[in-house]
């Protein structure tokens, strides 16, 4: 049995590291997972849309 990722135990880096590696499915679980623990801007806000498994990344520049 594999453990999931949960983003309450990592830093905003990490998370966002796992994220760009993780597959569409995987990347809405763990958004979704963000948003409804710590929330935090740092990784919620350089995604622009979730949906259906598909999302969008803001470019910082």
Known sequence: MSTR???RYHTAAE???YLATADPREVGRVLAA???GRGRAAILS???EQRGGRHLEVNDG
């Open 5 to 7: 990722f949960d983003p």
């Open 15 to 17: 998370v966002l590291a």
């Open 34 to 36: 963000e948003r409804t």
């Open 46 to 48: 350089r995604f622009r």
